[in-house]
């Protein structure tokens, strides 16, 4: 398994991955209607336009297997928030790919590259209190409830989310 950066070229494949992850971990949660409508193209938006200007201080880093590099084995977004903190946006693996220590490889390699890149800054993240098997990923790898609150998403629907912490100082 191979972690690198992402690039302009690889927004479709990173949308793909994210609306078929998505549909899969949020068949209970989000509408049905959202997931089975143009979630593809919205998420084809949302990565080529973080590709193609990435913000200041974010990364993208993709999971590729050697032996299919034809397709992606998951990604990891990270960006600097303006609360001095960085937001874990995004992991995933590719549905069918999960239990196999993808996803804790890509979190190891988004902390220590935040550790890196933004020194004394810490990592977080949010998660729909509904996921439950993402909520316990988090927490075996060392993510600290710091907060819950509703989160609203634009599509008019609104979910119960957890925030999880990864402080710049302790022990990641």
């Not at 191979?2 to 068949?27: C, F, G, K, N, Q």
């Amino acid at each position: 398994m191979e972690i690198r950066t992402a690039a302009p070229t690889d927004a479709d494949a990173v949308a793909a991955l994210h609306t078929a992850s998505w549909r899969r971990a949020y068949a209970n949660l989000f509408p049905a209607e959202y997931l089975a409508g143009p979630l593809l193209a919205e998420r084809r938006t949302v990565w080529r336009a973080r590709l193609a200007e990435p913000l200041p201080g974010a990364a993208l880093f993709l999971a590729e297997d050697a032996e299919d590099a034809e397709e992606l084995a998951g990604f990891v977004y990270l960006e600097p928030r303006p609360d001095g903190r960085i937001l874990l946006d995004n992991l995933h693996a590719r549905p069918g790919n999960t239990g196999r220590g993808l996803g804790s490889r890509l979190l190891a390699h988004a902390l220590a590259w935040s550790a890196t890149a933004h020194p004394g800054r810490d990592v977080y993240l949010e998660v729909l209190q509904g996921n439950t098997r993402a909520v316990a990923f988090y927490e075996r790898h060392g993510g600290r409830r710091t907060d819950s609150r509703t989160c609203r998403f634009d599509q008019g629907f609104e979910l119960p989310e957890y925030e999880y912490t990864w402080p710049a100082t302790g022990t990641r």
